[in-house]
């Protein structure tokens, strides 16, 4: 964690607000990442073509969707993010954007089962290079009281790349195939990845910074291990991490199969797909992510246990509504009721990312969020789909009809743990906040 001294400005950190080009930056960062949810989640919104096309069973699609893209995402990002740390990061995440967007193209001529795991497996690889890299940026163009909108602005690219996701990808779809949705955005990707190469400066580590008041002897960069080292055995970083890996197995489960269960078992077509859930998801999501990173950029400056009582209050709001969704016994009625649980679940995103950016040295931020994506994205993205996969596949023996609903309804005791590890987190903070009022 960073050095506790009494704060200071930073040399050379200047006191005015974000410029244009800090806007600009967000924008384009913004769009990346647009297109890095828009690829990831094209499979589960096209999982019912890809299912008649190809064979898949459900347990498959959990893996395609989840542990297969998780595996090489997750570990991949650790050391992407160490290399990152050390050199331009503006550059890695162009290289980056250039590999998952032609791997996103491959998913669209697979010919078997395979062939799309290969090219998805390729997709994970790709993106480790993606939102670490991004997160540090963004931190270095915009100062401590503007971060938590800045990044609540940049992890809109999630539920705009889902609803584009939607809406594109089912449009395509249902009028031509489920593979010209991946090659036409692997496409944009690569010409987006040159954009990033030409257009997006790297900024000056902690430049913006509030930071300790500096001693005669300067500080050595930090080690690959001792970053580690660091992340995991600070309470407030790991129980950051762990309850953001609860919430998001339910979050990704969620993704990953809403698509399928609404129209295999509340009869939506595609075309309703690409018009009424894609709506559901962009003002849902966006407005969660809008609403809690504002709530925290108020909150936190009075009472840093804010960033974890934000994302506690958001999931036991959204609990009960969740459950009417999987009960819903028609499809306009659960996306009555998954409005406002798609914006409450993600309440937990903005808060933690900018907890931990402010968290750690400004030479450890991309390496920090990779550990964070690491520990949430494992858990969440490699195991909550998978999961709710193999649970449908489990009650279709029995219950074929209504195997996702039950396997929906499983998921919900994942809203209790979340809830009480945010609460553990917001307990760490007031104690943290204490111990640093008695040593001031």
């Known amino acids: 964690m960073a050095d506790a001294s009494p704060p200071s400005i930073a040399p050379g950190a200047p006191a005015a607000r974000p410029g244009i080009r800090a806007w600009i930056v967000l924008a384009i960062l913004c769009f990346v990442y647009v297109l890095n949810f828009l690829d990831r989640q094209l499979l589960g919104i096209l999982a019912k073509p890809i299912q008649d ?3 898949v069973t459900d347990g498959q699609l959990g893996l395609l969707t989840g542990f297969y893209f998780a595996l090489f995402y ?5 050391p992407v993010g160490w290399l990152a740390d050390r050199t331009n990061r503006a550059k890695v995440l162009a290289i980056a954007c250039g590999l998952w967007s032609a791997a996103t193209a491959a998913c669209g001529m697979a010919a078997s089962y395979p062939q799309l795991a290969l090219a998805r497996m390729a997709v994970g690889v790709g993106e480790a290079g993606g939102v670490p890299p991004s997160y540090a940026i963004i931190s270095d163009y915009f100062p401590p009281g503007s971060r938590g909108t800045a990044l609540s602005l940049f992890n809109m690219g999630p539920p705009i790349g889902m609803a584009l996701g939607v809406a594109f990808g089912a449009s395509i779809a249902s009028t031509y195939s489920w593979r010209f949705a991946f090659i036409w955005v692997g496409v944009i990707g690569v010409i987006t990845a040159v954009i990033i190469w030409f257009f997006v400066r790297e900024p000056k580590k902690g430049g913006l910074d509030i930071a300790p008041v500096q001693t005669a002897v300067p500080q050595a960069k930090p080690g690959f291990w001792a970053t580690c080292k660091m992340f995991f055995t600070d309470p407030v970083l790991l129980r950051c991490a762990l309850a953001c ?16 269960f609404l129209m295999r078992e509340k009869g939506m077509t595609l075309e309703d797909v ?7 998801v962009l003002f849902g999501a966006s407005a969660g992510m809008l609403v809690s990173g504002r709530l925290v950029d108020l909150f936190a400056r009075r009472w840093k246990s804010a ?10 709001l959204a609990a009960p509504l969740f459950i009417g969704f999987i009960w819903a016994p028609s499809w306009q009625l659960a996306l009555m009721f998954l409005l406002l649980p798609m914006g409450l679940n993600y309440f937990y995103l903005s808060p933690a990312v900018t907890l931990v950016q402010e968290e750690v040295r400004p030479d450890q931020r991309v390496l920090a969020g990779a550990l964070l994506l690491l520990v949430m994205n494992m858990v969440g993205l490699g195991f909550g789909p998978t999961y709710l996969g193999f649970a449908s596949d489990f009650f279709a023996r029995t219950n074929p009809d209504t195997s996702l609903q039950l396997a929906f309804y499983t998921l919900t005791p994942f809203y209790l743990l979340a809830i009480g590890l945010f609460l553990w987190l917001a307990r760490a903070l007031r104690q943290q906040s204490q111990s640093r009022e008695v040593a001031a």
Do not use: E, K, R, S
């Open 274 to 280: 690409a018009v009424w859930y894609a709506l559901v």
């Open 53 to 55: 096309d190809l064979g």
């Open 245 to 260: 890996a609860a919430t998001q197995f339910i979050t990704y489960a969620l993704l990953g199969f809403a698509v399928l």
């Open 307 to 316: 960033y974890g009582y934000v994302p506690a209050i958001g999931l036991a």
């Open 74 to 78: 997750c570990f991949l990002a650790i």
